[in-house]
């Protein structure tokens, strides 16, 4: 178990772990100076039994902190730590007086006190650790969910389990309690890419995923576009697991429809591909993070060539969030042909996938009203000028300029993430795709592209 101390005089980190280390040694103290540190480490460094605040700290107010802690981290033991006029005077009653599991540690500390205080607070959290039990459960009754779709809520109405074996799971979520995106966090670290719902919340949770974000996209509060990125590729990913479990709704053509129209606003604001490129995030570059870089690069590439009408833009805005969505291995996406040698290192059933993929998410796109042609684009997204990709074989005098503005997104987007996600990277990786594309209906969209990169 994990215990972080929050203090920014540095001389009292030596008391407090001395005391955990003669009393509870099992406990790992993680000590930090301010609130800004606290945050990050809750954020990804979790998760933390127990944590305790220093009443005296000057860098904070601990108050606030404790509600910035508690907004972050969930439910847990808080230890306040502090001489009796500190904690009169900095600590708001309802952090103890009111509070159950909250507890206070006032200076100086007596040994027996301090037992009995973190006895209490690990006994809480061993407790709710109890709650996450293994089970035994048909795998017929669970459904995955990628992992990253839980940062979208903080408590659920229902449990959600991580594999352990074929038929066990470890309940992680219990129904109606709190959970911290630290929590995810640390799941994410290790690598679980899935958690697994009941098959009859699963469809539940999706359908929340959607209006939920529906309410973020049509709120009043203006949303920076850090902000508006993260909420886009947490649609995609809602999107994805909708398309490839469920179908199609109107819900899912609302949501689609938002994301596509907001990615116009933000466009309009920075202009260029690679002013947008610094807002995405830097750790996955999973098929959620490409599919929003590909919609944000057709849009500045339609822009740039003066085709940015509305059809335009949903028709490449839709292509955009369908094209990888029959993929269920996210590294099947930076594969870029059928004769790419790492297709070999996946499964014969993968490989099938991949071969497959466009034209069944170009199905998908039959179902959406409103959107003519993206089936046809999103069939060619790896098609090739001289007739080499696939499924088709088809040459560029037999791809529309709207297909071909696509396959450049798509390839450039696979690029960019398979080999160097930054900046510097654009240029090298435009004059690469030019000796393959620079021909027929290709020609107008690739000046286009470099002028949305420059």
């Not at 009292?12 to 406990?27: D, G, M, Y």
């Not at 995405?280 to 944000?296: G, N, R, S, W």
């Amino acid at each position: 178990m994990k215990a972080l101390y929050i203090c920014d005089e540095k001389e009292e980190w030596n008391h407090i772990r001395n005391l955990f280390a003669s009393h509870f040694p099992k406990v790992e103290l993680i000590c930090v100076t301010d609130g800004s540190d606290a945050i990050e480490y809750l954020s990804y460094e979790g998760p933390f039994g127990l944590i305790l605040v220093e009443a005296a700290m000057k860098s904070d107010d601990p108050s606030e902190l404790t509600r910035k802690v508690i907004s972050l981290a969930g439910e847990r033991p808080i230890i306040f730590v502090g001489a009796q006029a500190f904690i009169t005077d900095r600590i708001d009653e309802e952090f103890y007086i009111k509070s159950d599991t909250n507890d206070l540690l006032i200076r100086p500390i007596e040994i027996e006190s301090f037992k009995d205080t973190v006895k209490k607070a690990i006994g809480w959290a061993e407790e709710e650790e109890f709650e996450k039990s293994i089970e035994e459960i048909d795998r017929e009754e669970l459904l995955p969910m990628k992992l990253r779709n839980f940062y979208l809520f903080e408590s659920l109405p229902y449990d959600v389990y991580l594999e352990l074996t074929q038929t066990k799971f470890i309940k992680i979520i219990s129904a109606n309690k709190r959970y911290s995106h630290s929590d995810i966090n640390a799941y994410a670290k290790k690598n679980v890419k899935v958690l697994y719902l009941q098959k009859n919340e699963y469809l539940k949770f999706l359908e929340d995923g959607i209006e939920k974000l529906l309410m973020i996209f049509d709120g009043q509060v203006k949303l920076s576009t850090k902000k508006i990125i993260a909420n886009q590729i947490r649609s995609v990913l809602i999107i994805h697991q909708y398309v490839q479990t469920v179908g199609v709704s109107q819900n899912l053509i609302k949501l689609c429809d938002r994301v596509i129209a907001v990615t116009r606003e933000v466009t309009l604001e920075h202009k260029k591909f690679k002013n947008i490129l610094p807002f995405f995030p830097k750790a996955h570059a999973d098929l959620a993070e490409q599919a929003v870089m590909t919609l944000y690069l057709s849009e500045t590439i339609l822009t740039a060539l003066g085709w940015a009408s509305e059809t335009s833009r949903k028709k490449l805005g839709l292509a955009s969030l369908l094209y990888d969505s029959m993929l269920t291995n996210d590294d099947l996406s930076k594969i870029r042909s059928l004769e790419d040698p790492q297709l070999q290192m996946f499964t014969v059933s993968e490989q099938e996938e991949f071969k497959n993929h466009p034209l069944k998410a170009a199905e998908m796109a039959q179902y959406f009203q409103g959107y003519p042609d993206t089936d046809f684009i999103i069939a060619q997204q790896h098609e090739r000028p001289k007739g080499d990709g696939f499924p088709s074989k088809l040459t560029n005098n037999k791809l529309t300029a709207h297909s071909c503005a696509f396959i450049l997104s798509n390839n450039f987007v696979t690029r960019l993430v398979t080999d160097n996600k930054n900046q510097g990277a654009l240029l090298n990786i435009f004059r690469e795709i030019k000796s393959v594309y620079n021909q027929g209906n290709f020609k107008d969209p690739l000046s286009a592209l470099q002028r949305s990169i420059v």
